[in-house]
T-cell receptor
Framework: AQSVAQPEDQVNVAEGNPLTVKCTYS??????LFWYVQYPNRGLQFLLK??????LVKGSYGFEAEFNKSQTSFHLKKPSALVSDSALYFC?????????????FGKGTRLHILP | GAGVSQSPRYKVAKRGQDVALRCDPI?????LFWYQQALGQGPEFLTYFQNEAQLDKSGLPSDRFFAERPEGSVSTLKIQRTQQEDSAVYLCASSLGVSGLVNTEAFFGQGTRLTVV
């Protein structure tokens, strides 16, 4: 069964510093990996995805994530954090090929950017 | 509209009441998902449709929960005899959902916040 782990419930970063939000996954096939962000009172928004190809993927709002197959990780990164990045971040996985498009989410990491 | 639409946005139900939550996915999206998000938690998978076929309902917490998508478009999540533990935000998402294609990210609606009193 596929699963996603986000080991940190909360991450605090000073504005202007680099940030990393960790994610590891477990799947039996090839993973599709995603990051979503949830702002207060708003729906989940897609940030970026890894399907295949370059291990470093770039997404919205200056975020990027690095796929590491040997470590089964897909950590979210940003070189310089903004206060407006404060939100709840979810890592998610689905598998291909095989017809199973179920998307499994991690429990989320709350990111606090301190001014 | 262009996005996933859910209605109602908010629902207050008395314990024991039946509720029906509606999801209008993005036109042409094959896959439709329902998730339950408790306060402060991540979305928990409930059920998944490809077109009108319910391929996975392993996440439905009890037989009080029922979902349908009879024509492969609009979906309804029904909860019978609601309990306080059913209070959560119910999220619907749709995706093109055909394995092997790149457009597999899910687009989420804003959710229905259900409060059982």
């Amino acid at each position: 069964a596929q699963s996603v782990a986000q080991p940190e419930d909360q991450v605090n970063v000073a504005e202007g510093n680099p940030l990393t939000v960790k994610c590891t996954y477990s799947v039996s096939g090839n993973p599709y990996l995603f990051w979503y962000v949830q702002y207060p009172n708003r729906g989940l928004q897609f940030l970026l995805k890894y399907i295949t190809g370059d291990n470093l993927v770039k997404g919205s709002y200056g975020f990027e994530a690095e796929f590491n197959k040997s470590q089964t990780s897909f950590h979210l990164k940003k070189p310089s954090a903004l206060v407006s990045d404060s939100a709840l971040y979810f890592c998610a996985v689905s598998i291909w090929p095989g017809g199973d498009d179920k998307i499994i989410f991690g429990k989320g990491t709350r990111l606090h950017i301190l001014p | 509209g262009a996005g996933v639409s859910q209605s109602p946005r908010y629902k207050v139900a008395k314990r024991g009441q039946d509720v029906a939550l509606r999801c209008d996915p993005i036109s042409g999206h094959v896959s439709l998902f329902w998730y339950q998000q408790a306060l402060g938690q991540g979305p928990e998978f409930l059920t998944y449709f490809q077109n009108e076929a319910q391929l996975d309902k392993s996440g439905l917490p009890s037989d009080r929960f029922f979902a349908e998508r009879p024509e492969g478009s609009v979906s309804t999540l029904k909860i019978q005899r609601t309990q306080q533990e059913d209070s959560a935000v119910y999220l619907c998402a749709s995706s093109l959902g055909v394995s092997g294609l790149v457009n597999t990210e899910a687009f989420f609606g804003q959710g229905t916040r259900l409060t059982v009193v």
